[in-house]
């Protein structure tokens, strides 16, 4: 957890402990494989993935606003060649106020 919360807090200083925690949570065994802990920004299907999956189902925005949201954060991240799901999401939801909504 404690290097979750260090991944997001380089983008986010004021990050709360709590939301990470359940952004883990809510990602379960998908951390266990290297692979899948990280989102690839060039992969289209998988950036479709986020957008159908986490924007959509769990957070409520569909369409283009979670596209955008999802392209913005692969800008924002683009300098870190592994891109940790957990700080991913988490920036995604950031992106959408939907922080709050976890």
Do not use: N, Q
């Amino acid at each position: 957890m404690t290097d979750y919360a260090a991944d997001v807090k380089k983008y986010d200083a004021g990050a709360s402990d709590e939301t990470i925690g359940k952004i883990v949570k809510h990602l379960g065994i998908a951390l266990r494989s290297r692979d899948a802990s990280l989102v690839s920004c060039s992969d289209p299907s998988e950036l479709a993935r986020v957008s159908e999956k986490w924007c959509g189902k769990k957070l409520g925005v569909t369409g283009a606003a979670a596209d955008d949201a999802v392209a913005k954060v692969c800008e924002m991240m683009k300098d870190d060649r592994s891109k940790a799901r957990v700080t991913f999401y988490y920036l995604v939801a950031r992106e959408l106020g939907k922080l709050g909504d976890l």
